[in-house]
């Protein structure tokens, strides 16, 4: 409305000419784009986590289903989606401008989750395919009698409707009433109470060269609607709204005040189509609308499908408003890429720091002798004589898997007082779990025992004087001289007595070996356990990179 004639072919040429210069190359960068918003995630519950999920949804919506599709084929038909609120009267004002019945909105609305598209019979193979809204099953409905509503594959529509799981389906009509060039879908609604209702209601959107927005005198200051024009503001697409079913008492009043609330937020000069309240809009908006009522937004879509410069002004300026608004959604969704990444490297950095401090803390009581107390000093005072060497050896080994355990627990400890309050760590930090963990141990340390035995034994047969040597003895001394500290320094004379001095200091250095990877070996398996379902979920800094970059490289194209 604000472009003269002469306005529109200058402008509309140019867009085409640019568009045309460009297209390979932007396609490229776009597809390139696009595979970097696909493989961005936003898993960790952040404030801003599902703003950022969103919008990545939408920004793929609007790759796939308009912008790719548009720069391949700026010669397909322009598509119209009429969108709104529970009972604003989309089918109705769809039904009025095609003048037959194409949508039955007291049978399809608002359960439904089919759309309806209707075009001209030529334009048909646009839409047959997968070129836009690939994601939808078609549904092919031939010309029908007002009264009847054809759908080849009820069960398949019902199954729809019944199991979220199959894809939803999109209803093709066709009428020699619209005019070459235009397609209109009738849209779900977009405040539906059925939340894939309220997805694919922003999908069509997404995919729309032009936004049809019809509110009502009742609703039209309702924060849904207003949200949608402020994203066509924000994304500079052509946009029309439609005040429906205006009382004639208070249309002056109504109509001035609607046009003061667009003007304020700066959509002053979008197009706007009054409806007066009539019979027809009653009845669940089966009815047609006279011809008068809809012959001015009727006339304005016409325009822009067959006059070529409104056409291309049409598509180019949803086009040039959706690529520009790249610039200021990608970095945002890099922003929320880099907070995720920022998150996981803390709390991963959380749990290392504590398990950093218990092994530690296992290695300053090993080397402190703290397993050789309660029954395993017991035993050791008593070995030979009033304790079996297999005795002494199960009291070291429950000891150490005390010791072990015991550090462990306060690892968690730790990190959970270190992530108290922090939304993300009780979401992807797998959850303490005390009995696990001392079974875990338990089995870990026995398994270090066996080993034990096993050194032992090759040590005592390799042994000049091995005839006769007990390699049990030889197995409990070890033990005792690993991890009894200053307490056990009988144990390494008594190995040396027993095995010799090189003999006996070779089974040290390998049992010192065996005991280090036992203990590395279990603390790191449960710091792994704890940080697993977040390591799972890959949130690098690759993603932050890699959409800025391909955010680059697409604005070096344009």
Same mark, same amino acid.
């Given at each position: ?263 304020? !937020? ?53 086009? !040039? ?157 070890? !033990? ?69 970059? !391909? ?8």
């Amino acid at each position: 409305m604000a472009y003269t004639l002469q306005n529109h072919t200058r402008i509309g040429h140019s867009a085409r000419v640019a568009t045309l210069d460009v297209r390979p190359r932007l396609l490229d960068a776009l597809s390139a784009l696009r595979d970097r918003v696909d493989a961005a995630r936003f898993p960790l519950p952040l404030p801003g986590a599902a703003r950022a999920r969103r919008n990545r949804a939408e920004l793929l919506a609007q790759l796939d289903d308009y912008l790719v599709p548009r720069l391949c084929a700026p010669e397909a038909p322009l598509l119209a989606v009429v969108g709104g609120s529970t009972g604003a009267g989309k089918s109705t004002l769809v039904n009025s401008l095609v003048g037959r019945r194409v949508t039955e909105a007291g049978v399809l609305r608002p359960t439904t989750r089919t759309p309806v598209l209707v075009c001209h019979p030529d334009d048909h193979h646009w839409f047959a395919g997968r070129r836009v809204l690939p994601e939808l099953r078609r549904v092919w409905v031939p010309a029908q009698d007002v009264s009847t509503l054809y759908d080849p594959d009820p069960d398949a529509r019902r199954g729809d409707e019944d199991d979220a799981g199959e894809p939803p389906s999109l209803r093709i009509e066709t009428d020699r009433a619209m005019p070459p060039g235009l397609a209109l879908v009738d849209a779900p609604d977009i405040d539906s109470l059925v939340a894939r209702n309220r997805e694919l209601a922003a999908e069509l959107i997404c995919a729309a060269d032009i936004w049809v927005l019809v509110t009502t005198a009742t609703r039209y200051a309702d924060a849904v609607p207003w949200h949608l024009m402020r994203t066509a503001k924000e994304y500079d697409v052509t946009l029309v709204t439609v005040l429906d079913r205006v009382p004639h008492q208070v249309a002056t009043e109504v109509s001035k005040h609607y046009g003061a609330l667009l003007a304020a !937020a700066g959509l002053g000069d979008v197009p706007r189509f009054t409806i007066p309240e009539l019979p027809e809009s009653a009845g669940g908006g089966t009815g047609l609308l006279p011809d008068t009522a809809v012959a001015g937004l009727r006339a304005w879509l016409h325009q822009r499908a067959q006059d070529p410069a409104a056409r291309a002004v049409a598509s180019a300026r949803t086009v !040039a408003g959706l690529l520009a608004s790249l610039g200021s959604r990608l970095p945002g969704l890099a922003g929320a890429a880099a907070v995720q990444h920022a998150a996981a490297v803390r709390l991963t950095q959380r749990v290392e720091d504590a398990y950093a401090k218990a092994a530690a803390r296992v290695r300053d009581g090993v080397a402190g002798g703290e397993a050789l107390a309660g029954d395993a000093l017991t035993h050791w005072r008593g070995h030979p004589e009033d304790s079996t060497s297999d005795e002494l050896l199960g009291a070291l080994t429950a000891a150490l898997a005390a010791l072990v355990g015991c550090a462990v627990a306060a690892a968690d400890e730790e990190v959970a007082a270190a992530c108290a309050g922090d939304p993300a760590a009780d979401a992807v930090l797998a959850p303490r779990d005390p009995d696990g963990a001392v079974g875990r141990i338990g089995v870990a340390v026995r398994r270090w025992r066996r080993c034990l035995e096993e050194l032992a034994e090759e040590e005592v047969r390799a042994a000049e004087r091995g005839a006769g040597l007990d390699a049990d003895r030889a197995a409990a001394l070890l !033990a005792a001289a690993l991890l009894g500290g200053g307490q056990a320094r009988p144990a390494g004379e008594s190995l040396a007595e027993l095995l010799g001095a090189q003999g006996a200091l070779r089974l040290r250095d390998r049992g010192g070996h065996l005991l280090t990877e036992c203990l590395d070996g279990v603390l790191d398996a449960e710091r792994d356990r704890r940080t697993a379902p977040l390591e799972a979920l890959e949130v690098t800094p690759d993603h932050q990179v890699e959409l800025i970059a !391909a955010l680059s490289v697409l604005q070096r194209e344009r």
